[in-house]
T-cell receptor, first 112, second 115 residues
Framework: KQEVTQIPAALSVPEGENLVLNCSFT??????LQWFRQDPGKGLTSLLL?????REQTSGRLNASLDKSSGRSTLYIAASQPGDSATYLC???????????FGKGTKLSVKP | NAGVMQNPRHLVRRRGQEARLRCSPM?????VYWYRQLPEEGLKFMVY????????ESGMPKERFSAEFPKEGPSILRIQQVVRGDSAAYFC?????????????FGPGTRLTVL
């Protein structure tokens, strides 16, 4: 049974720092992995999607890597800003039906 | 191109009432997934539907919960005789193609509160 773990559960950094969020999964047989952002009381915004054949994806200040064999993904945020404060969710798609399995998220706070 | 739409955004029900949550997928998407986010928990898959078909309902509670995606109109998640433990955020996601490696796009969610 696939399980997704995100470490740390919460992170507080000063503005301008580069930071890394971690995601691990127990079954390496996945189709893809998505990183989402969730603001309090809001829905999910897709940040990056990495297919199983890819090693990384980049969008602006965000870079996500995938090491399928070791069951790990990282989300790198460069030059963090207060507007980056949110909960970041990692989800893997490993089933033939496509349903996502989520981690519990990392709650990020960027202090001005 | 409008995104995934869900309504209502907030729903308050008393114990024993019925809750109906609606999801309109993105234009051109015929695959819908429902997820539930309980307080302090991660999102959990509930059900996957195509038009007029339930493909995978392995995450649905056995009783009181049902879902449909008719040929015309939105997908509906129905909860009968709600209990306090049903209080959660319910998210819908849509995809142009089902299964496998396809990206899912999420709606804003419906926050259900059971009094």
């Amino acid at each position: 049974k696939q399980e997704v773990t995100q470490i740390p559960a919460a992170l507080s950094v000063p503005e301008g720092e580069n930071l890394v969020l971690n995601c691990s999964f127990t079954d390496s047989a996945i189709y893809n992995l998505q990183w989402f952002r969730q603001d309090p009381g809001k829905g999910l915004t897709s940040l990056l999607l990495i297919q199983s054949s890819q090693r990384e994806q980049t969008s602006g200040r965000l870079n996500a890597s995938l090491d399928k064999s070791s069951g790990r993904s990282t989300l790198y945020i460069a030059a963090s800003q207060p507007g980056d404060s949110a909960t970041y969710l990692c989800a893997v798609n490993g089933g033939s039906q496509g349903n996502l399995i989520f981690g519990k998220g990392t709650k990020l706070s960027v202090k001005p | 191109n409008a995104g995934v739409m869900q309504n209502p955004r907030h729903l308050v029900r008393r114990r024993g009432q019925e809750a109906r949550l609606r999801c309109s997928p993105m234009k051109g998407h015929s695959h819908v997934y429902w997820y539930r986010q309980l307080p302090e928990e991660g999102l959990k898959f509930m059900v996957y539907l195509q038009k007029e078909n339930i493909i995978d309902e392995s995450g649905m509670p056995k009783e009181r919960f049902s879902a449909e995606f008719p040929k015309e109109g939105p997908s509906i998640l129905r909860i009968q005789q709600v209990v306090r433990g049903d209080s959660a955020a319910y998210f819908c996601a849509s995809s142009p193609l089902g299964g496998g490696p396809n990206e899912q796009f999420f709606g804003p969610g419906t926050r259900l509160t059971v009094l």
